[in-house]
């Protein structure tokens, strides 16, 4: 819905006048899909959506909020499920998309960079870079519909972290718009740059903030020219484990995925998402998908994922295992994986935790979350995944079999304290790939030491003195 006239319409004139009447957006109707986080977790008002459709377009309207004091959230692709796109509830906010500002502005395969908008779509990156034979690797289920400056402020990692890391380590420079309309074109292409304080890392992660990402370099890589996946079953975390020191010793940075998953996760994916089929015949507790890319052949890769398998057999850790005989079945035991949190859906509510342990420390915390979950909720269905190549478990809870929906999403925070304590004490994070937002600010303030929290305060009162930008989000309120 639209916010009630918090600002008088002189200024909203001000705003839309820098956008054009086409790019903005004051209808209910029209702004109704901005204002909801996609698991309903959170819903806000506003008075104006923006849509800019340019880098000079958004210096403006930031020049132009801070000037009159008017908090700005920075939307991209709408696909976080934290809420920090989204607005508070008292309409305060005006919100601004870069869903127009969608140009490759260059592919260089000399540099192996691509310069890009913010609000590129991520699968077009992918396809630039295939077009012209190399490869940009961060893939994420939502990778049709988010868009890269959320990729960036949310330092996405996504199944290829293992190989390639973090949007951290997969950008070069950017270009932002600071809360007061300044620019600052950092789109370098320097592999090397020690010349003081790295910017882009602050920004990077700072889920809009401390300004708004509006181009960025990304780098590009060669295309594999050999890949191979394998699904296999295993009794346990700590054989899963196991393997993957086996496939990292024996693949090397050839091991671009190393994914995590339990048997109710087959369940629930073969149950209900068409066309999902358990490639295996017999039924396991735990099964691991390992996927293999070469910078050589295609044989190169069978080679590797066949000795990981025969390794794994041999030391009694694979229980059962199938190779893709074809690029259909590789893209089948993906779809497996990908789709294990949709899947959750039709069995009633899903509490949901995107951690991370020291991969080493994978198994102990899964035991331990596993006990004291189970204790607090009796008959919960706890459907654990994730990349176990880097410790980042997706720790999600269906509700009990028959138990009240409202109820059991209403112990939301009793359970995630339960979850997140065990992870502090296994020294891992709270928050994995999907950023902090709303949902987890106050947690976050609270568990790690004060000067950490009052450094980041400190950082974003310098850049957002008037804390118009992204206010409520990350850090929190004054």
């Known amino acids: 819905m639209t916010a009630a006239a918090i600002y008088p319409q002189d200024l909203i004139n001000r705003f839309v006048a820098i956008v054009g009447e086409a ?21 806000g008002a506003t008075q104006l959506v923006l849509k800019p459709g340019s880098t000079a377009e958004v ?9 009159t004091g008017t908090p700005i959230v920075p939307v991209s692709g709408r696909t976080g499920l934290v809420g920090g796109q989204v607005p508070r509830a008292d309409g305060r906010d005006i919100l601004l998309s870069l869903e127009r500002m969608n140009r490759i502005r260059e592919v260089d395969t000399v540099a192996s960079v691509i310069v890009a908008d913010g609000g590129c779509i991520l699968a077009d990156i992918q396809k630039a870079a295939d077009d012209v034979g190399r490869l940009f690797p961060l893939s994420l289920g939502s990778e049709g519909s988010c868009r890269i400056a959320g990729n960036l402020s949310t330092n996405a990692g996504g199944t290829a972290v293992v190989a390639y890391g973090n949007m951290r380590q997969l950008c070069l420079g950017l270009e932002v718009v600071l809360p007061t309309g300044e620019i600052w074109d950092g789109l370098r292409r320097l592999k090397k740059d020690n010349s003081g304080y790295d910017l882009r890392d602050l920004f990077i992660g700072a889920e809009g903030t401390l300004g708004v990402i509006t181009g960025a370099v990304l780098k590009l890589f060669p295309k594999p020219l050999g890949r191979q996946v394998a699904f296999a079953g295993l009794h346990s975390t700590e054989d899963a484990l196991a393997l993957f020191e086996n496939a990292q010793a024996i693949c090397g940075a050839a091991l671009t995925g190393f994914e995590l998953m339990p048997r109710i996760g087959v369940d629930f994916t073969t149950r209900h998402i068409p066309g999902v089929r358990d490639p295996l015949s017999t039924v396991h507790p735990w099964y691991v998908l390992i996927d293999i ?51 959750q859906k039709p069995e009633g509510g899903s509490i949901k935790h995107d951690v991370s342990v020291p991969v080493s420390r994978v198994p102990g915390f899964m035991a331990e979350a596993d006990a004291a979950v189970m204790a607090a909720v009796p008959g919960a269905r706890i459907c654990a995944f994730g990349h ?55 947690e976050l303030a609270a568990s790690r030491p004060a000067v950490e929290t009052e450094l980041m305060i400190r950082i974003k009162k310098a850049f957002d003195p008037a804390g118009i930008m992204n206010p409520g989000k990350v850090v929190p309120l004054p």
Do not use: C
Request: proline share 1%; glycine share 8%.
């Open 23 to 43: 790019a903005a957006l004051t209808t209910s109707d029209d702004i109704e899909p901005y204002l909801v986080e996609g698991r309903g977790l959170y819903r």
């Open 59 to 67: 210096s403006a309207i930031m020049k132009l909020a801070s000037e």
């Open 293 to 343: 890319s070469t910078s050589d052949s295609a044989e190169t890769a069978q080679t590797m994922v066949t000795a990981v398998l025969e390794k794994g057999v041999e030391a009694g850790l694979v229980q059962d295992a199938v190779i893709a005989t074809s690029v259909a079945q590789q893209d089948a035991i993906w779809r497996m994986r990908e789709s294990m949190s949709d899947a």
């Open 388 to 442: 176990l190549g880097d410790g980042n478990i997706h720790y999600n809870i269906s509700q009990p079999v028959g138990a009240d929906k409202a109820a059991f999403i209403a112990r939301w925070r009793e359970v995630n304290e339960i979850v997140h304590a065990i992870v502090r004490k296994h020294g891992g994070s709270i928050s994995a790939e999907h950023g902090v937002g709303q949902l987890k600010r106050d």
